[in-house]
């Protein structure tokens, strides 16, 4: 809208306006902005955990083949004087060759067994190719499956061959013997792992490869064909689990450096340490660590596997370095295999990360298989250094003068570097390098408990972080910590093992089986412990008893179930929801559990938490309650008792305002209806009986709305949007020709019952079981014969014609699930219809087959019960009828008895999906097999009639909500995080500072105006032809948008670009229409509420933005509305009065004022009534109904109007009076004042929301009155136009609009001068204004809206010049 564009052309004024914009809508709560809201509830999709070894291996047995051949040098190899001569750090040529030999392989074990005391090891010194043959032999057939390890020492023998031999001697050492590595293959077999030490050891790695080929290729001949010779022989060892590790490339010779042991690539696999240690003293820098000798290097004092020790420190820093290289470098599933899966293959990595860094300086290049990357110039090679400088250079004061030993500051250091990534990181990144150093460090007690703080911390970032760490091997450590009595670690290790079971809940065997269960009960028992650490402690009992027996025993000999009832009333929510699920989960058909809860008085004490004010905790409630009564073991009078008591508790939930709560309670009824099933049948039978029997009235005679002005059947009707929420019985495809045979339930005019039209025998003697939408052609019971009980079993004489005894808890909870099939939430009646249907199902199915065929006559006009409906369409062999005319039922389209003066329909019919062809389960006879194959299916004998299993839509006894496993992900996503909308620089809160600065500058641009006095209201701004008859508008109170409702859609209009923004249905049922709305957090994210005369509300998102609408939530705001037309009352018959009541029914299509809604944002309270004869007020945070307060009057409230600063609710009603309550005080004197001057019904009473604000009121004779809250008598009365239909008061202008049967608009202002009146549209040729459906102004501008019942939509507006 264009503004003064002297006002928005003014920088200066544009700036003063920011600086004193007010920001009073950062106070104001948001209604309905909950995760519940606007997530769908459901568990997080499970990711497959790679993290567990699937096999663990252990290497048993080593092989040691040294082929050194003291004294003899062999003839391929030159070597250089002086030459490396060292083997395990000895001197061959230091005494005898034998005995060389012999202390060498001796010394060789023993560096084995550092990393691997517990195998087998077998030396074969300077052996033959038997004896290879034979020790290779043995070592694999005691090793069965496991791994067996083959190190080759050649430096005594000539290198490798190309062909793929190495070499050992013969008998009598005169020559060299070739040994094929294909043999050394077969006789070693798989898993394997080959560690070669001699120059040019690359070639075994590459005949190893093609002999490996080779085999695999004979396998695959030998398996597809059988007489192949490959066949006929022992089939070849498979080599894929094979590892190797060559101490150089195929062309490279060992290094010869004096310095250095010929055995170079072995002393780093077996003694990685010492080499490095003296590999680091010959190098340059080495210099600069003064004192540090050769000699010195072997007087280090400690033991490498003592941490405290200068030498155990150094060997666990190396660990923590080369574990953190490999895991930085390699891919995953790699680094698995090598370093988690065996400890022997682990050790002998890392330290061939060592051999690379070492033998590259001297131009030689290991090879391994599987390759690696090469690791040698990673960065952490430089902290090694570091760390070794440090420790050595401590070493001459240390050795001579016994100074004590300063620890490394090493992981400390690597801690920090963990916390500043933690600290200074953006959400997409590589992982922290130093991840499996914190692993290291919780090793140590001098830094867990900083090390779990941080590692607590990184988990915190997510479900990938905590696949990470347990990818890293996190697991075991975190296990056995469980074991600490430190009470300081408690906080931090509930807090770990929180998110690990949020992501993996696989875990739950591994606590049970280490006695892990008892840390956590322990944790949740003790009162001191902050509620946020009982509330993990809880999750992940609560994780331990989920469908898992065994951990069920181990909490409840715990006494998990005691110490949970204890802490039901925690003012924690999130610890009381957790408690009700564990409690919940651990007697879910575990009998035991339940007695031990019976013994408690569990159920009892779980019942004050079906009130409790979060969603959430009522859920958590009702969860645990439904899976009580839900066990399957054997029933005794006394717990049949228990569980008629829990049922009747949880029915009261009946209306709660929270659709999760609603969903829970269904499923929750599902486990009674499943104990009790044949109780549920014969229930289910008789109410079927009932429905047949029970003539409803008809609304052949009752208009239909929009049938009073002339026909249009203009082509530009749209296609309504299907809404993405009524997936099911509601879709959106087939709202129309839903709820058909519902038209009969509409009460007349005059409020009584109707008999049937002739019209009327043929719809309904098979309408009332159509099926409810195509989408659910499996239903025996339809959505309208559901409704149709409900509203039978409420008002007729059920108890009378069953007979008291039948009153049972069973009818009484029969009927709270027909009431919500019928709930206005369709996930809510989804799962009702498909717990009513499967019911249905088993008691048809169970009747005898002579009462399927006694229906009676077929002409009956009563509705055929869901039993007899197939009996008509009976034919042998079970070919499909064809759809006549007679049944109608067949092709969902019920025809309509012609109303008077009946129009073509407003919208374009909705076509079934089906077209013309009969549903699925009409297309056979119901009464030859109950659910055959149907039609197409094949004639077999087998009795499927007992698999309820082929009935996909109706439930199961597993039917659950997925709240708990949603409920869960709170603790998989990060806690610590500030949220979104509080981080001052996210997009989020941007765009709430830029509303909020708009909603401050529309408020005072708008005030400008209005304080200059409106004196014209005549400009037309907007003129548009909406879809339906308007019955109800609301401006958007910042947006240029405005919402108007028909009967059951609402259509979005963008009024400063006159185009239209949506269209969608409001899933109201057929016999029901939109009587109110209010947009919520109207200043921010803006929701829409709806209000329907059935009593419901529905709350939409998304609309009005090119996405799908989404219903947020819905619920019964108000139960049993009762139906009034606008009489006048009692004591004078007003003509005037009588007029507009019959037009408005007329207009509106029933009388009543349906139900008003006032919403207070400040409180987020919302008050609603209507036909009923009290004010209910709503808690949308808690999502719960607060107060109701009895109107004190027999007639319906027509207005509401309050004031959260004063606390009041004006309200105006049919009878005329115009009532005052302020509500905090109790039911009985909340009523504060009555003013009964008005002597007809009540149009609008409007309380102004200033300190000293009056009541202005106003009804259908058009007498305003303004009422001042303390005297009793008005203060100022106006009349205006007689007739009133429509009226509204603009809450800023103090001008009110009054729209009467006369077709025109009058305008007044506060003194009751007319400054408008409005009878023609602009530019329409003078077009006279249809009759007045509905009014409303806008909450700021001088803008009025105007829907009239000729389906146009126009607001007018203030002079140009003042806007």
């Known amino acids: ?309 200068p030498l155990g420190e150094l060997n666990w820093i190396f660990t923590a370095i080369t574990d953190t290289i490999a895991w930085n470098v390699l891919p995953r599933d790699l680094f698995q295999k090598l370093f988690r899966q065996d400890l022997l293959v682990a050790s002998l990595f890392r330290n061939f990360l060592l051999a690379e860094r070492i033998m590259r300086s001297y131009n030689c290049t290991p090879v391994s298989s599987p390759r690696l990357p090469p690791t040698y110039m990673h960065a952490m090679w430089q902290a090694w250094d570091l760390a070794v400088d440090i420790c050595l250079s401590q070493l001459p004061t240390i050795i001579e003068e016994g100074t004590a030993f300063r620890h490394s500051p090493f992981f400390a250091e690597q801690l920090t570097a963990f916390q500043v990534w933690l600290t200074m990181g953006v959400e997409n990144r590589n992982p922290p390098e130093q991840l499996p150093i914190v692993l290291q460090v919780l090793l140590s007690q001098v830094h867990r408990l900083r090390a779990l703080d941080l590692l607590g911390r990184f988990l915190d970032l997510g479900p990938w972080a905590v696949s990470l760490a347990l990818s890293v091997g996190i697991f075991p450590y975190v296990l056995k910590l469980l074991q600490s009595s430190a009470r300081e670690l408690r906080p931090l290790l509930v807090f770990i093992w929180a998110k690990i079971l949020a992501v993996d809940s696989s875990c739950q065997a591994d606590l049970v089986k280490d006695n892990g269960h008892k840390y956590f009960l322990s944790v949740l028992a003790d009162p001191y412990m902050p509620a946020e650490h009982r509330t993990m402690a809880v999750f992940i009992l609560a994780v331990i008893v989920n469908s898992y027996t065994t951990g069920q025993e181990a909490c409840l000999q715990g006494n998990l ?144 709305p ?53 019209g009327n025998l043929s719809t309904s003697s098979s309408a009332s079981s159509t099926l409810g939408s195509p989408d659910n052609d499996e239903y025996i019971l339809s959505f309208e014969t559901i409704d149709k009980m409900r509203r039978v079993s409420s008002y007729s004489s059920l108890n009378s014609l069953i007979g008291v005894s039948f009153n049972s808890v069973y009818t009484q909870i029969w009927r709270v699930l027909l009431h919500l099939a019928a709930d206005p939430f369709p996930e809510v009646s989804d799962l009702a219809m498909k717990v009513l249907n499967s019911i249905a199902y088993k008691a048809t199915m169970n009747a005898r087959p002579q009462r399927i065929l006694d229906s009676g006559s077929l002409t009956q006009s009563a509705p055929a019960s869901p039993t007899s409906k197939g009996a008509h369409i009976h034919q042998a062999g079970g070919s499909p009828p064809m759809p006549s005319a007679s049944s109608s039922s067949l092709t969902n389209e019920v025809p309509k008895p012609p109303t008077r003066g009946e129009q073509p329909p407003t919208r374009p019919p909705y076509t079934p999906t089906l077209g013309g062809q009969a549903p699925h389960s009409h297309q056979f006879p119901r009464t030859r097999k109950m659910f055959d194959k149907g039609p197409s299916g094949s004639e077999q004998a087998g009795d499927d009639a007992d698999d309820p299993g082929g009935h996909k839509a109706y439930m199961n006894a597993n039917l659950s909500t997925g709240l708990c496993d949603w409920s869960a992900k709170y603790f998989a996503q990060p806690v610590m ?15 709430r500072e830029w509303r909020f600065l708009r909603n401050a500058r529309i408020r005072k641009q708008s005030q400008r105006i209005t304080q200059r006095g409106v004196t014209r209201l005549d400009d037309q701004i907007f003129i548009n032809r909406n879809p339906g008859v308007p019955s109800v508008v609301k401006f958007h109170p910042f947006n240029p948008c405005i919402a108007v409702a028909d009967k059951d859609s609402i259509c979005f209009w963008d009024w400063e670009k006159a185009e239209r923004l949506d269209y969608f249905y409001n899933g109201n049922p057929r016999y029901t229409r939109i009587t109110a709305m209010e947009y919520l957090n109207g200043h921010d994210y803006s929701l829409l509420l709806t209000a329907t005369d059935d009593g419901a509300l529905r709350i939409w998102k998304n609309f009005a933005d090119q996405r799908n609408p989404e219903m947020v939530t819905a619920w019964q705001g108000l139960s049993d509305m009762l139906p009034t037309t606008r009489g006048q009352p009692s004591s004078s018959t007003h003509s005037l009065a009588r007029r507009v009541s019959i037009y408005l029914d007329r207009s509106k299509g029933q009388g009543g004022a349906g139900m008003v809604v006032d919403w207070e944002q400040e409180t987020g309270l919302l008050m609603t009534s209507g036909d009923v004869r009290v004010i209910r007020i709503w808690d949308t945070e808690r999502e719960m109904k607060v107060q109701d307060i009895p109107t004190g009057a027999d007639s319906c409230v027509t207005s509401l109007s309050c004031d959260s600063q004063r606390s009041l609710i004006a309200a105006g009603l049919g009878d005329g009076s115009v009532r005052l309550y302020d509500r905090r005080m109790g039911a009985n004197e909340c009523r504060v004042m009555t003013y009964r001057e008005h002597s007809s019904w009540v149009v609008k009473a409007h309380l102004q929301k200033q300190t000293d604000g009056k009541v202005i009121s106003v009804s259908v004779d058009g007498d305003v009155r303004f009422f001042e809250l303390r005297s009793p008598d008005s203060v100022n009365v106006l009349q205006t136009v007689k007739g009133l239909t429509a009226l509204d008061i603009h809450p800023q202008a103090n001008l009110f609009a009054c729209g009467s049967m006369n077709q025109f608009i009058a305008v007044y202002n506060s003194n009751g001068d007319v400054i408008s009146n409005i009878k023609y549209y602009d530019g329409f040729m003078g077009q006279r204004i249809g009759a007045i459906s509905c009014l409303a102004f806008h909450p700021y501008w001088p803008h009025l809206a105007v829907g009239s019942n000729d389906y146009y939509m126009s607001i007018y507006s203030a002079e140009k010049r003042l806007r």
């Not at 560690?195 to 080779?214: E, M, P, R, T």
């Not at 003296?278 to 600069?288: E, G, I, V, Y």
């Not at 949220?979 to 765009?991: C, G, L, N």
């Open 1 to 309: 809208m264009k503004m003064d564009s002297e006002l928005l052309l003014s920088p200066a004024i544009f700036l003063a306006e920011e600086e004193e914009a007010d920001m009073s809508d950062w106070n104001l709560p948001l209604a309905f902005m909950k995760k519940r809201h606007s997530e769908k509830i459901e568990g997080s999709k499970a990711l497959a955990q790679s993290w567990r070894m699937k096999d663990r291996m252990k290497t048993v047995s080593v092989a040691l083949v040294l082929c050194l051949n003291v004294g003899v040098d062999p003839p391929d190899v030159v070597k250089t004087s002086p030459c490396a001569r060292l083997e395990c750090w000895i001197d061959p040529l230091s005494m005898s060759p034998q005995k060389a030999l012999e202390t060498i392989g001796a010394n060789l074990q023993k560096q084995y067994e550092n990393w691997q005391p517990r195998a087998r090891y077998k030396q074969s010194l300077d052996p033959t190719v038997d004896e290879v043959k034979k020790l290779c032999t043995s070592l694999r057939r005691n090793a069965k499956e496991e791994r067996v390890l083959f190190h080759y020492n050649g430096h005594g023998v000539p290198r490798p061959t190309v062909n793929g031999e190495i070499w050992v001697f013969n008998k009598n050492y005169t020559q060299y013997i070739p040994l094929s590595v294909y043999d050394l293959q077969t006789w070693m077999g798989s898993p394997s792992i080959f560690v070669y030490d001699c120059s040019n050891a690359g070639i075994i790695v590459k005949s190893f490869k093609q002999f490996a080929l080779q085999r695999e290729q004979e396998l695959e001949v030998a398996a597809i064909n059988p007489n192949h010779p490959l066949a006929q022989m022992p089939l070849p060892p498979s080599m894929k689990n094979c590892i190797q590790l060559a101490a150089c490339e195929a062309s490279e010779l060992l290094p010869m450096n004096p310095d250095l042991p010929a055995d170079l690539f072995t002393s780093c696999l077996t003694t990685p340490i010492k080499i490095a240690l003296r590999w680091f003293c010959m190098q340059k820098s080495a210099k600069l660590v003064p004192g540090v000798t050769l000699d010195l290097i072997e007087k280090i004092p400690g033991r490498l596997n003592d941490r405290r020790t």
């Open 561 to 704: 179930i005691a110490i949970c009832l204890e802490q039901l009333s925690d003012p924690h929510p999130l610890l009381r929801q957790w408690v009700a699920v564990c409690l919940g989960r651990i007697w879910q058909n575990f009998d035991s559990a339940r007695w031990c809860g019976v013994r408690d008085s569990a159920h009892e004490k779980l019942y004050s938490l079906l009130s409790d004010p979060i969603p959430e905790v009522r859920c958590a409630a009702v969860f645990a309650l439904g899976t009580f009564v839900g066990n399957s073991a054997e029933r005794t009078d006394h717990s049949t008792t228990i569980d008629h008591n829990v049922a009747m508790m949880l029915a009261q939930l009946i209306n709660d305002g929270s659709p999760v709560v609603r969903k829970e309670l269904v499923v929750a009824l599902s486990h009674l209806v499943v104990q009790y099933e044949s109780n549920f049948c014969t229930v289910a039978l008789q109410f079927m009986e009932e429905e047949k029997n029970y003539a409803v009235p008809s609304t052949a005679n009752t208009l239909e």
């Open 706 to 758: 929009g049938n009073l002005t002339p026909v249009r059947d203009s082509p530009a009707i749209p296609r309504l949007r299907s809404v993405n929420s009524y997936t099911n019985i509601r879709a959106a495809t087939t709202a129309r020709n839903l709820n058909k045979s519902l038209q009969n339930l509409n009460l007349n005019e005059e409020g009584g019952p109707v008999a049937f039209s002739p």
């Open 977 to 991: 995080k500030i949220p979104e909308e509080h981080d001052v620089e996210s997009q989020v809160r941007k765009e």
